[in-house]
Nanobody
Framework: QVQLVESGGGLVQAGGSLRLSCAASGRTISSYIMGWFRQAPGKEREFVATIKRNGGSTYYADSVKGRFTIFRDNAKNTVHLQMASLKPEDTAVYYC???WGYGLGTSTHEYDYWGQGTQVTVSS
């Protein structure tokens, strides 16, 4: 069992930056693919970014590529999402998730554990 707790969300102006963090407990995240997803009001949860177990491979949604960076610190059992050049359309609840499997990590159904989410609001 893995418990995930996100932090770092908040209100930011368009063009600004935020760093989201996800702290894991219960098991080491080095055994998991880690991902970030987001869900805006009235919309389905969507993929944002994923990172493989050793941190050597990452993958991003087209909408955030070049603006967001996912990275992990397995020693500290944390994963982060550095967000820059934020846009109002990035407004959503952001979720951290852990995947025990060996897929690409871009679909919600691949993930076994989820955090409660942290709100990010980007004002125009």
């Amino acid at each position: 069992q893995v418990q995930l707790v996100e932090s770092g969300g908040g209100l930011v102006q368009a063009g600004g930056s935020l760093r989201l963090s996800c702290a894991a407990s219960g098991r080491t995240i080095s055994s998991y693919i880690m991902g970030w997803f987001r869900q805006a009001p009235g919309k389905e949860r969507e993929f944002v970014a994923t990172i493989k177990r050793n941190g050597g491979s990452t993958y991003y949604a087209d909408s955030v590529k070049g603006r967001f960076t996912i990275f992990r610190d397995n020693a500290k059992n944390t994963v982060h999402l550095q967000m820059a050049s934020l846009k109002p359309e990035d407004t959503a609840v952001y979720y951290c998730a852990a995947d025990w499997g060996y897929g690409l990590g871009t679909s919600t159904h691949e993930y076994d554990y989820w955090g409660q989410g942290t709100q990010v609001t980007v004002s125009s």
